[in-house]
């Protein structure tokens, strides 16, 4: 392996991993914000709010990190992808403003209500567009010079509204799943009940996901029907022992594994699937090796970010150490001056 | 719609939305420091009022940090969504330093940020006061990142300009370009500024109105403090700046002057104080001028060369000529009000001394210092616009043309975009000024008991 197949493998690696973690925490947040429509107690929305307080920023942050490395390490990728990708990414913004914003506004004012929607409504909106863009990079499109440059619609298919179902019924799986972490009592109850259903939805909305991809994607058909189906028929194997695993946890109400179950799902689901897309970054035309940047910046960017990635993983973990236990207030941060 | 249209619409879109941005992220770095300063006076001084004012600010910084992310968020994408060709073209520079900056920057922000927003009973005092001073460092790393990124574009090194791609070949030559020591401490100083001006005017406002007057002569001490040391050195960096432009973007340096023609061997290039520049008859329609001051501006000699509007090309002047000429001299006349009302506040402490009933009795000077706080973030904004409109017509100033660093877009989508911008970020100031007024109204909190010295033990909500 030369040097530059390695860097490129380590870049994809982290991008890889940056996308994987924001899929995984920011997919509880927004999922939280899906259920918060659903909740008719003002109590009840306030304490999934707090619990949600102390994290929903940096939990976006991986976001903002993906871009960053997408755009040094694959300034082609990053390129493509946005501009090809241009109305659901930019749907997707929005909706991040609309519900980060809502968070704390809704925090100050006396008319919660309208800001109880907003944030509702960014957090799905986001989700819906998260799972739109993972339709189209499934299905691809024609890309001349790196751009797309026909009408702009076709991100929005059947297929690509499929995908975007299944992700905001998975990221309300895992917002159940975190809630039942988090809370006692009633609420607990409630979100056991409402990630049981999640969860029978998110699976058949998965398993149609995955039986139709072969048909929207020729490189992943020959990949997946051909001899090389073996890793990814593990991978499959290992997505169905991890939706058994969460189906076992909510059936017996182990407060821990419906959300680690969840987690387990998305991971091995996540792996299955982006991995399928290798070497493509941007299907049919664009790979990875293609739209790597030169090894020197691949090799400065190796010496600056690697030595820090452990040390924010531990920060991370530490904040959330912190803010460890169950919500027992709609105060953010937990209620301290009740105290 | 044509395609110059088309770059034209992700030009306003990016103006705006960085426009909007930047007003934030600078409160949020200047504020940050603040509330170290407080928090460290607290535990150095045990005086509860450092620790009420910690409270108090930090619910401003929280409001002001929310709209600066969510604003923030989409700067990261907008290089890709809309300037794809120029993403294409510096990724492998340009877009490390925002790697960067997500990794170094924004990752100790938020990691430490809901500790010192919400964990002050969780953890012990010590840590709480590093978790500030994270971060406090995440924000200005974050200015340190972008302003690096953007200095670059104004005078780009390190590397190879292929025809399709910049390859570095040099980091630290990229990193250390000309332009950057100058850029990124005028910045990083405007944001100390903003914060010092920010807490200044709203202390001013409170002694003003007689509401808690002794405690916020406390805040507006360490403004005034901060103001003396500020003010003075960002009027240097200012200067140290203006001849940075003078040397690397002699098209930015005579559009920003009115300066038309170079002067000849032995005469010194006037300064025109006011006038009006007209692109389409090469020269100014009027102007007062003072003999040689542009040349000891610029060179700092009286007669040393400085090059005119008439000796660039038409199609590598800058746009919008009396736009940046008034905008940096706007920019001048703020920073040197905001050092006069320093000067004239350390003078009346020396005269009267620090009680509140002494400022109270100078209502001019406190309401000089409210004016501060706008005019500050005027001065901010002319910068930029000085900065940015002043390279065009490059995207990286002397290689790559702004139009051919554009999205190949549907006119329908960047509208689209545009409109949601405009609206959205229409709701975000909105809601922050009815926000942030109660805040002002209710004032601080003044019964808050500070935490225990010792570790906490009574760990709400924790696993029992």
């Known amino acids: 392996m030369n040097i530059q197949n390695f860097l490129i493998a380590f870049w994809i690696g982290v991008a890889g991993l940056s996308l994987l973690l924001y899929v995984v925490l920011d997919g509880f947040d927004l999922g939280v914000g899906i259920l918060t429509l659903v909740v008719r107690d003002e109590e009840w929305r306030g304490k999934m709010m707090a619990s949600l307080s102390s994290v929903w920023d940096a939990n976006e942050t991986w976001l903002i990190l993906l871009g960053g490395v997408l755009f040094g390490a694959f300034p082609r990728v990053y390129a493509a992808l946005l501009q090809g990708l241009y109305l659901p990414v930019i749907l997707m913004l929005f909706s991040l403003i609309m519900r980060g914003v809502a968070f704390e506004f809704r925090h100050s004012s006396q008319r919660k209500l309208i800001w109880n929607i907003v944030f509702g409504l960014g957090s799905l909106g986001a989700a819906m567009s998260q799972g739109l863009i993972l339709g189209a990079m499934i299905q691809g499109w024609p890309t001349f010079g790196g751009n797309y440059i026909n009408n702009g619609w076709h991100w929005l298919t059947p297929f690509s509204l499929l995908t975007a179902l299944g992700v905001t019924l998975g990221y309300a799986l895992m917002g159940t799943g975190w809630l039942i972490f988090k809370t006692t009592g009633l609420m607990q109850d409630s979100a056991y009940r409402q990630g049981l259903m999640l969860l029978a939805a998110t699976v058949a909305a998965g398993a149609l996901v995955l039986g139709l991809t072969p048909s929207y994607n020729a490189h992943i058909a020959a990949l997946?029907?051909?001899?090389?189906?073996?890793?990814?028929?593990?991978?499959?194997?290992?997505a169905v022992i991890a939706a058994l695993i969460t189906l076992w946890a909510y059936l017996k109400r182990r407060e821990y594994w419906p959300f680690l179950g969840t987690l387990l799902l998305f991971t091995t689901s996540f792996i299955g699937l982006v991995g399928s897309l290798y070497p493509y970054a941007v299907f049919p035309a664009i790979t990875w090796t293609d739209a790597a940047s030169a090894p020197s910046t691949l090799l400065f960017m190796l010496a600056g970010i690697l030595p820090l990635l452990p040390i924010m993983i531990f920060y991370n973990g530490y904040q959330y150490m912190v803010f460890r236990g169950k919500v027992d207030s709609a105060e953010y941060g937990g209620g301290e001056e009740a105290e | 719609m044509s395609a110059n249209a088309v770059v034209d619409l992700s030009r306003a879109q990016?103006?705006?939305?960085?426009?909007?941005?930047?007003?934030?992220?600078?409160?949020t770095i200047g504020l940050s420091f603040f509330l170290v300063i407080l928090e460290a006076l607290w535990l150095k001084t045990q005086d509860s009022d450092y620790y009420h004012h910690a409270r108090f600010w930090s619910k401003l910084f929280v409001l002001n940090f929310t709209?600066?992310?969510?604003?923030?968020?989409?700067?990261?994408?907008?290089?890709?969504?809309?300037?794809?060709?120029?993403?294409?073209?510096?990724?492998?520079?340009?877009?490390?330093?925002?790697?960067?900056?997500?990794?170094?920057?924004?990752?100790?922000?938020?990691?430490?940020?809901?500790i010192m927003l919400f964990g002050w009973q969780r953890v012990p005092r010590f840590v709480h006061f590093l978790s500030t001073l994270m971060v406090a460092s995440g924000a200005s790393l974050s200015a340190l990142w972008i302003v690096m990124a953007n200095s670059w574009m104004q005078t780009p090194a390190g590397g190879t300009f292929m025809h399709d791609r910049f390859v570095v070949t040099d980091f630290w030559a990229a990193m250390l370009n000309p332009d950057m020591v100058w850029g990124v401490s005028h910045m990083w100083i405007a944001s100390i500024e903003i914060g010092c001006f920010v807490v200044g005017g709203l202390s001013a406002w409170h002694i003003l109105k007689n509401r808690s007057p002794d405690f916020f002569v406390k805040s507006f001490k360490i403004a005034l403090m901060v103001a003396i040391v500020v003010t003075p050195l960002q009027i240097y960096l200012g200067d140290g700046s203006g001849r940075s432009v003078f040397h690397t973007q002699p098209s930015k340096n005579a559009a920003i002057e009115g300066h038309w023609h170079t002067n000849s061997d032995g005469h010194g290039a006037p300064w025109a104080l006011i006038a009006w520049p007209d692109a389409a008859k090469a020269g100014n329609d009027w102007s007062v001028d003072l003999p040689y001051v542009l040349s000891l501006l610029d060179t700092h000699t009286m007669d040393g060369k400085v090059e005119g509007l008439s000796d660039i090309p038409a199609q590598n002047r800058p746009p919008a000529l009396p736009l940046l000429f008034y905008a940096f001299r706007l920019m001048v006349a703020i920073g040197f009000y905001l050092f006069g009302i320093m000067l004239i506040s350390w003078w009346h402490v020396h005269r009267k001394g620090w009680r509140a009933q002494n400022w109270q009795s100078s209502p001019w000077l406190l309401k000089a210092w409210i004016a501060g706080l706008p005019l500050a973030y005027i001065a901010m904004e002319m910068g930029w616009v000085v900065?940015?409109?002043?390279?065009?017509?490059?995207?990286?100033?002397?290689?790559?043309?702004?139009s051919q660093g554009a999205s190949v877009l549907p006119a329908s989508s960047i509208g689209f975009s545009i409109t949601g911008f405009a609206l959205l970020y229409a709701v975000l100031a909105i809601g922050f000024f009815i926000f942030a007024g109660h805040w002002l109204r209710n004032g601080p909190d003044l019964s808050m008991k500070p935490p225990p010295v010792t570790s906490p033990s009574g760990r709400k909500g924790g696993r029992t």
């Open chain 1, 224 to 238: 997946w029907l051909g001899a090389t189906a073996l890793p990814y028929g593990a991978a499959a194997a290992a």
């Open chain 2, 14 to 27: 990016f103006a705006f939305t960085a426009l909007f941005h930047i007003l934030w992220p600078v409160l």
């Open chain 2, 67 to 114: 709209v600066g992310v969510v604003s923030g968020l989409p700067m990261e994408f907008e290089f890709g969504t809309n300037w794809a060709e120029f993403s294409r073209f510096a990724g492998s520079f340009f877009g490390a330093m925002l790697g960067f900056e997500g990794a170094m920057a924004f990752m100790l922000e938020a990691g430490f940020l809901g």
């Open chain 2, 387 to 402: 900065r940015e409109v002043g390279r065009q017509p490059w995207i990286i100033y002397g290689v790559l043309r702004t």
